[in-house]
């Protein structure tokens, strides 16, 4: 392992006195002036020297609100939202499915061999082909836009049938006919859908695969009974099945079939087609971003109504008892701890969220039929592993014996308060400039770091990355000192602005080696998130880094502290706030970041407790002064630019 000295860069939470400071980097002012001259200095007015110059001062934006928005439906809304027309394919609010990726905000189809492989159930396909998995036939119909699977298991040839699915022309009836698994077996069983969980979702795949593009436009039902009024000559099914689709099949076959049973008394599904003839004749509650029209208390209920999702991804509450992420989407109540996670944020599979399982524990103990979300649960699971982010080894977080010159110390995690433990941010890396440290940064895994883009230069011999670094002026036995490859400055980074304040620093790799330094427990990279709604305003995250105090010293170990995320930035610093930015601290101006800090990461954890890379620590106009809080780079705004430079397949946990 390389070891070298270490003094670093820093951050750190500080409460100053309400002195007006310029706009600055966060390090600037660890450049300008040495640490003697500050200590000189009168602590509570700390006069930062300008360097680089700001840009020109802008009045804040008022902070009262604007015109006032048109009436909005109690559960429906925000209208900024809605005019958007998000879908299932906007992978900025859901994941993608496991035969699609997430490229430029929008779910993208996979091709077919890029599915998982491991612990998947065979799929016989329409064309008399058989696939390894349920997600390499989707990923085939998603790319080809036909229909591809069949049914699960064998007897695939162009011998055996297929499954179909029948909507009755008179009755509106559902019925479906499924191969039998038995080997050699030419035969299938007819069998009719129960009312029991019938909705919407399952009926726009029931006419979607009868030929009507929008799906549905009515799901019900009819009692079985009088249907068998008047057909002595045709014998309906005696027998039906639940059917539960999430809303994106093209056919039933691709849906959870379960809980075959005698329908004696019961109701059977039926359903209406949606034709665009009949549209304009409707009164349209809601038009959904496919252009079908559903009542506005169809919408934030859970259930795929529209067929593309759109009415349940901008939802101030939901209906129904369904569930409502963080980020406004609406899914289903037997969605909640299904083994599946729905939510950006984990929260439907907490422990912390309280739910009355029934229903969704059926479907999941599923096992007449192979189950579609069982082998997406498997699928999601398996690209998930393929990324090791989030989460940092446990076995050196909490309590350390640190080698120091001989001596033996023991340091323990202060909560809530100063110091870190020694190695308890194992993502955060100090940049070393000619063995001077001024900058952070975060690991984000394999040779990559990603820091502020007024950090670095286009030198990469003149940096070195400090990976484990406690002391800022000490070496611990888990630092590793690794050199740099290249370094990739965003091309529209703005100095003056602070703009696209980004950049990826490439490590170098080991002789004859793939990776850039030897294993060691006590780095672990940081995720780094997909979209900019993974976590909202209000959310508590961390700031880590060796920047000044209010007394305008440089710590001496690496200080963290925490500091909520804080929307609508501009009222406070007016047209410099750019996209791409985002503010965090606290409005009282008691945490914050500052100099020294800059680079350096501001992480968010999910609610399943896996760390997301949310900020880069920027700049700010005053440190932990009341109404300016601190500004960073926003990383997920960057996800594309992230991925494309790095090469990687995945370099985030989920939608890869």
Not at 179 to 206: F, Q, Y
Request: charged letters at 25%.
């Amino acid at each position: 392992m390389r070891s070298a000295p270490v003094p670093l860069l820093l951050l750190f939470l500080l409460v100053v006195s309400s002195e007006t400071f310029q706009q600055r980097s966060r390090e600037d002012f660890q450049r300008d002036t040495s640490e003697d001259e500050i200590v000189q200095q009168t602590p509570q007015i700390l006069q930062l020297p300008t360097w680089p110059p700001p840009p020109s001062v802008i009045t804040p934006a008022p902070t009262t609100a604007g015109v006032q928005e048109e009436e909005e439906d109690e559960y429906l809304g925000p209208a900024e939202c809605v005019k958007k027309k998000y879908t299932r394919a906007s992978c900025g609010l859901v994941f993608c499915p496991p035969w699609e990726r997430c490229v430029d905000g929008h779910c993208a189809c996979k091709a077919p061999y890029l599915c998982p492989t491991e612990n998947v159930t065979q799929v016989c396909g329409r064309d008399h082909r058989t696939y390894r998995s349920y997600c390499q036939a989707m990923a085939l119909s998603c790319r080809t836009k036909r229909l591809a699977m069949s049914h699960f298991g064998e007897n695939c040839g162009e011998e055996y049938p297929k499954f179909q699915g029948d909507v009755d022309q008179d009755t509106g009836v559902v019925q479906v006919f499924i191969p039998d698994r038995t080997e050699g077996s030419h035969s299938t069983e007819a069998l009719l859908v129960c009312k029991k969980i019938w909705d919407m979702a399952a009926a726009n795949v029931a006419c979607r695969e009868s030929g009507f593009p929008l799906g549905a436009e009515t799901a019900g039902w009819v009692s079985y009974k009088s249907l068998q009024t008047g057909r002595e000559d045709e014998q309906l099914p005696d027998r039906c099945v639940s059917i539960r689709c999430q809303g994106y099949e093209n056919s039933l076959a691709e849906c959870l079939i379960y809980n075959k049973v005698k329908i004696g008394n019961r109701k059977v599904a039926t359903v209406t087609c949606y034709k665009d003839s009949t549209a304009p004749e409707k009164d349209c509650g809601f038009e959904c971003a496919n252009t079908k029209c559903v009542s506005l208390n169809q919408t934030c209920d859970g259930v795929d109504d529209c067929g593309d999702r759109s009415d349940e991804m901008c939802c101030k509450k939901c209906r129904n008892n369904s569930f409502r992420c963080k980020s406004g989407v609406c899914v289903h109540k037997e969605a909640v701890h299904d083994g599946k996670m729905d939510c950006l944020d984990g929260e439907d599979e907490s422990p912390m969220t309280i739910t009355n399982k029934t229903e969704a524990d059926k479907l999941l103990n599923n096992t007449e039929y192979e189950s579609p979300m069982k082998e997406i649960t498997t699928s999601r699971k398996y690209l998930e592993s393929m990324v090791y982010c989030g989460i940092p080894n446990a076995t050196t977080v909490d309590d350390v014996t640190m080698e120091d010159r001989g001596r033996t110390s023991r340091v323990k995690r202060v909560v809530g308060g100063v110091a870190a433990n020694p190695t308890q941010i194992q993502w955060q890396v100090a940049l070393d400039d000619y063995e001077k440290a001024h900058c952070g940064g975060a690991y984000i895994g394999g040779c990559w770091v990603l820091t502020a883009a007024h950090c670095v230069r286009q030198n990469p011999l003149a940096f070195r990355v400090k990976f484990s670094l406690w002391k800022k002026y000490e070496a611990q036995g888990t630092t590793d000192i690794v050199p740099v490859q290249d370094i990739y400055i965003h091309p529209r980074y703005n100095a003056n602005t602070y703009e696209n304040d980004i950049a990826l620093v490439q490590l170098k790799k080991l002789p004859f080696e793939e990776k850039c330094f030897v294993d060691n427990p006590a780095i672990s990279a940081v995720c780094v998130p997909w979209t900019e709604h993974l976590f909202q305003p209000n959310h508590v995250c961390s700031i880590s880094g060796w920047g000044r105090t209010a007394e305008g010293r440089a710590a001496k170990v690496l200080l963290w502290a925490n500091v909520s995320l804080i929307g609508q930035c501009e009222r406070f610093y007016g047209d410099r706030f750019r996209p791409g930015m985002m503010c965090a601290g606290d409005l009282e101006g008691d945490v914050d970041s500052c100099q020294g800090d800059s680079g350096g990461p501001l992480v968010c954890q999910d609610e399943l407790g896996v760390s997301y890379l949310w900020g880069i620590v920027s700049w700010g106009e005053r440190c932990g002064q009341p109404g300016f809080p601190g500004v960073y780079t926003q990383v997920a705004h960057y996800f594309d630019w992230i991925r494309h430079n790095t090469g990687w397949p995945a370099v985030t946990k989920f939608n890869s």
